[in-house]
């Protein structure tokens, strides 16, 4: 019997903002909390890095939880994971344009570490993201690649 993610909630910075993350399985999302989601991506990777080689809402999301990251009432991070796959794959890693370079980026790959615990798990991250990624303990395996036009690795984590 296949068991849905649960909602996972944890304020992860108290003391310095009010910053808060969520994972929720597709079904589980509100109407605003989608929308928001695609909001932000299409600023992200749509308007901020012109990917427009592939669809970014390319149908997958249904299949997904999704990662959601609040500085206060404001969607500023999202990311998304294919819990059922395994390894579990992580994907579509994003901090609002305004709010990048303020460590935000780090909380949120820090969450999703505590979320996936001791499970295997992999994406394709954009190359020259390669060294931050591994600071964060995911590995680099292979060739770098071309996905969507932009050079990617394939990094694992727990593998
Ligand atoms: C990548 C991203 C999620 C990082 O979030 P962030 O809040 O900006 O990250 P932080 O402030 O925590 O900084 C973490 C690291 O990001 C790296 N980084 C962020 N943007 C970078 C860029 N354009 N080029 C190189 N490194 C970058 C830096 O190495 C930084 O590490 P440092 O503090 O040791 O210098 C965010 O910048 C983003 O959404 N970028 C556009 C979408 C994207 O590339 N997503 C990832 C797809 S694999």
Redesign the pocket.
């Known amino acids: 019997m296949k068991t849905r993610p649960k909602i996972r909630t944890l304020d992860i910075m108290p003391d310095e903002n009010k910053l808060t993350c969520s994972i929720k399985d597709f079904h589980d999302l509100t109407l605003m909390e989608l929308y928001n989601i695609m909001h932000l991506r299409d600023v992200?990777?749509v308007v901020?890095?012109k990917i427009t080689a592939e669809c970014e809402v390319d149908g997958e999301d249904p299949k997904c939880s999704h990662l959601l990251l609040y500085l206060e009432d404001t969607l500023i991070?999202t990311a998304r994971l294919f819990l059922e796959e395994s390894p579990i794959s992580v994907?579509?890693?994003?901090?609002?344009?305004d709010?990048?370079?303020?460590?935000?980026?780090?909380?949120?790959?820090e969450f999703i570490a505590d979320f996936l615990g001791e499970r295997n798990a992999t994406?394709?991250?954009?190359a020259?993201?390669e060294?931050?990624?591994a600071?964060l303990g995911w590995k680099r395996v292979g060739e770098e690649f071309m996905e969507a036009e932009i050079v990617?690795v394939k990094m694992t984590k727990n593998q």
Do not use: C, D, P
């Open positions: 992200v990777f901020g890095q991070g994907g579509r890693i994003a901090i609002h344009t709010q990048q370079g303020k460590g935000y980026g780090t909380r949120l790959m994406m394709h991250a954009q020259h993201l060294t931050w990624y600071s990617h």
